[in-house]
C-alpha cells in the first residue's frame, strides 16, 4: 500500500483531526474561526520548525519568480502539514481517488507525485480565487495565465510551485509541489434567482473569505448548509455553482503526473487502459482523452464519487464529490533530442489548455455520474 504522508506530518494532523471532532460548524462565528485559525497554525508551525528535512528535489512546475522558500525555517514543513490536512480530508471524503493511489502506488513500486491540486470558488465579495491563492503566493508560488471558460461562467488561475526542498522519494504532497488551479464562478453573470442563493449564504459566512484554507483542511463548509431546493434550484443553472455550494473549498481533484511513473503506466493511454480494466469509470466527455491543439498536454480523470448530504431542511441525497485526474505533459519540440535520463519537468509542455480542462469539469455532472451508475 502507497504511503503519501511523511512522519512529519502526524502532529498536525492529530490538531487537524480534534479540530474536526470538535463543535465547529458552518455557522460558526468568524471570531471562533480565527481562534482555530492560530490554534492549528501556531502549533503545526512549532512541531514542523523541529522535523523539516533538508533533500532537494525537483518541483513539478518551474516557478518564474526566481523564488527558493528554504525549509530550514519550518515554512515548506507546515506548507505540507497544511496540504497533507486537505489531502486528508479529500481521500476520506472519495474512495475511487483512493483506491486508485494505492493501486497505482503499489505498481511497479511507483511514486506518486501530483501535476496539480484543483479548488473551485465563488467569485463574488471577496470568496472567489485570491480568498485561496493568497496562502499559495504566501509559500512562494507564481501566479501565471489566466484561463477563461464562458459557457460555464468560469474563469481560472493556475500557479506554479516554489523550487524547495522535500522529504526524499516522498509522494502526494510530500513529493515535488504541484501546480495549483483555482477556478471561480462569475456570480454576476448568474441569474437574478442564483445570485440571490450565493450571496445569501456568502452573507451567512461572516469572515469565511479569510479562513478558506482552513475550511479546506478541516473539511467543513464556511456557510451554513443550504436547502434542497436552493441546491436544486442553482443545479439547474450551474451544476459548478451547486458543487462548490455543498462542497465548499475541500480539494475538488488532485491530478496524478503520469510522465512520472515508471514502466508502461507513465503512458497515459496505457495508464487509462489499466485503470478502466480494474473497474473505474472514466470521464467520457469528449473521449476519455483530452488532448491540446499541440498535442503536448494529455489527460484524462475518473468521474466524481458521491457522497450522502443532509440539506437544512432534513431532506437527505447523494450529491457529486470530487475526483482525481490524469495528466502526461510530453517534451517540448527543442528537447526531444535529450537522452530520456536527462529530461526535467521543465522540458516539458507547462500551463493548461481551456478545451482540455472545460472537458475535465464535467467529471462532477449529473451526466458523467449518471453513465457511472449505469
Given amino acids: 500500500m502507497m504511503t503519501i504522508r511523511s512522519q512529519s506530518s502526524v502532529s498536525s494532523s492529530k490538531i487537524f483531526s480534534s479540530l474536526r471532532s470538535s463543535s465547529i460548524n458552518p455557522s460558526s462565528s468568524s471570531s471562533r474561526s480565527s481562534v482555530f485559525v492560530k490554534t492549528v497554525f501556531t502549533s503545526t508551525m512549532n512541531h514542523s520548525v523541529k522535523t523539516s528535512l533538508k533533500v532537494p528535489i525537483v518541483s513539478a512546475s518551474q516557478s518564474t519568480n526566481g523564488s527558493h522558500f528554504s525549509s530550514s525555517s519550518g515554512g515548506d514543513s507546515f506548507f505540507r502539514s497544511v496540504l497533507s490536512s486537505m489531502e486528508q480530508v479529500y481521500l476520506n471524503r472519495n474512495p475511487t481517488a483512493k483506491a486508485i493511489l494505492e493501486l497505482v502506488g503499489s505498481t511497479d513500486a511507483n511514486q506518486i507525485c501530483y501535476d496539480h491540486i484543483a479548488y473551485r470558488t465563488f467569485g463574488v465579495n471577496g470568496?472567489?480565487?485570491?480568498?485561496i491563492s493568497k496562502f499559495f503566493l504566501d509559500f512562494g508560488y507564481t501566479q501565471r495565465e489566466e484561463l477563461r471558460f464562458p459557457k460555464k461562467k468560469l474563469k481560472a488561475l493556475w500557479f506554479s510551485p516554489p523550487n524547495v526542498s522535500s522529504i526524499n522519494g516522498g509522494s502526494g504532497v510530500h513529493g515535488?509541489?504541484?501546480r495549483i488551479f483555482i477556478s471561480e464562478l462569475l456570480v454576476d453573470q448568474m441569474s437574478p434567482q442564483a445570485q440571490?442563493?450565493?450571496?445569501k449564504y456568502i452573507g451567512l459566512s461572516g469572515a469565511g473569505h479569510k479562513h478558506t484554507v482552513l475550511s479546506s483542511a478541516l473539511g467543513c463548509l464556511t456557510w451554513p448548509k443550504p436547502s434542497h431546493y436552493e441546491f436544486e434550484q442553482l443545479a439547474s443553472e450551474s451544476e459548478y455553482a451547486a458543487w462548490t455550494?455543498?462542497?465548499?473549498?475541500?480539494?475538488?481533484?488532485?491530478?496524478?503526473?503520469?510522465h512520472r511513473l515508471k514502466s508502461r503506466l507513465k503512458n497515459i493511454k496505457n495508464f487509462n487502459e489499466f485503470i478502466e480494466d480494474?473497474?473505474?469509470?472514466l470521464n467520457s466527455e469528449g473521449g476519455v482523452l483530452k488532448v491540446s491543439p499541440d498535442a503536448l498536454l494529455l489527460q484524462s480523470s475518473t468521474v466524481a464519487d458521491s457522497i450522502m448530504f443532509?440539506?437544512?431542511?432534513g431532506i437527505k441525497e447523494l450529491v457529486p464529490c470530487s475526483y482525481i485526474e490524469f495528466a502526461e505533459r510530453i517534451v517540448l519540440p527543442e528537447y526531444k533530442d535529450l537522452p530520456e535520463d536527462k529530461v526535467q519537468e521543465v522540458h516539458r509542455r507547462d500551463g493548461f489548455e481551456v478545451g482540455n480542462a472545460d472537458k475535465i469539469f464535467e467529471s462532477t455532472s449529473m451526466d458523467q455520474l449518471n453513465r457511472r451508475v449505469a
Avoid: A, C, Q, W
Avoid at 470568496?127 to 480568498?131: A, F, V, W
Fill in 127 to 131: 470568496y472567489g480565487i485570491d480568498s
Fill in 176 to 178: 515535488p509541489l504541484p
Fill in 196 to 199: 440571490e442563493i450565493i450571496r
Fill in 245 to 258: 455550494l455543498v462542497n465548499g473549498y475541500m480539494v475538488n481533484h488532485v491530478t496524478i503526473s503520469i
Fill in 278 to 281: 480494474k473497474g473505474f469509470k
Fill in 310 to 313: 443532509e440539506f437544512s431542511d
